[in-house]
């Protein structure tokens, strides 16, 4: 089957990387899923992806857009590219060259997203951070201010990749109305469900949680969720 892998932010729209990602640049965001979708087609025009390489694969993504970041900081501020300032570093004054080399080693694309896709039936989950690191997810990620509350209740639910959807789904909503404690973090919330592709010429599934679905998840939210304490006397 062919491999299947695109960021899940490709089917949302700027609407919805805007409320995903409401803290980071949007504009930002837009560069690095496109740096992502290109360097993904010079490697899969190169050799067919599969489960050796597919993380090799979403590295050198993080690689390219670093490197696309680094040579925009470098023409502005010495007006070459960052090529240039490689080969020649002796024809600029050394504090130059280690005041730009710092810049670069602090980068901050002020962009994250999520990788999500298929090879054949196996599903594989990516994170590109802001400094372009891309670190291959086992269960589950989040990304954005409010990660750092849904990724610990995702642990606290003991989410596996072999639960069901529906638990998957509870767990998912009320990882995601924690974190919405978070500065910049919304209300509104979007599920989709991606599956891979019945055919190699098809593309991954996708269904969205209908209304009914979204109040239902929402119910069992307020149900089982986590409550405030009240009236302890010790």
Excluded: W
């Excluded at 640049?25 to 993904?40: F, M, N, P, S």
């Excluded at 023409?75 to 020649?88: A, C, D, F, I, P």
């Amino acid at each position: 089957m062919q491999p299947k892998l695109r960021s899940v932010l490709n089917f949302l729209g700027p609407q919805g990387i805007g409320q995903l990602l409401s803290r980071v640049d949007v504009a930002r965001t837009d560069e690095l899923i496109a740096t992502c979708q290109q360097t993904l087609g010079e490697f899969q025009a190169a050799k067919e992806l599969d489960r050796n390489n597919v993380f090799d694969a979403m590295k050198a993504c993080g690689y390219a857009f670093r490197e696309k970041l680094a040579d925009e900081l470098v023409r502005k501020k010495l007006s070459v590219s960052y090529e240039y300032l490689r080969q020649n570093k002796g024809k600029f004054p050394s504090a130059t060259v280690y005041e730009t080399y710092t810049q670069i080693g602090q980068i901050d694309s002020e962009a994250e997203i999520i990788v999500a896709g298929f090879i054949e039936e196996t599903a594989y989950l990516f994170v590109v951070q802001r400094d372009c690191t891309v670190y291959n997810r086992q269960l589950f990620a989040a990304i954005g201010t409010g990660a750092t509350i849904a990724e610990p209740a995702l642990f606290q639910r003991k989410q596996r990749r072999v639960e069901s959807i529906d638990v998957t789904l509870c767990n998912v909503y009320e990882a995601k109305k924690l974190g919405e404690i978070a500065d910049g973090v919304g209300e509104r919330t979007t599920i989709l469900v991606i599956t891979p592709p019945s055919d190699p010429s098809e593309a991954i599934g996708m269904k969205k949680v209908n209304v009914e679905g979204m109040k239902y998840l929402d119910e069992v939210y307020k149900q089982f969720g986590q409550k405030p304490l009240s009236n302890i006397d010790f």
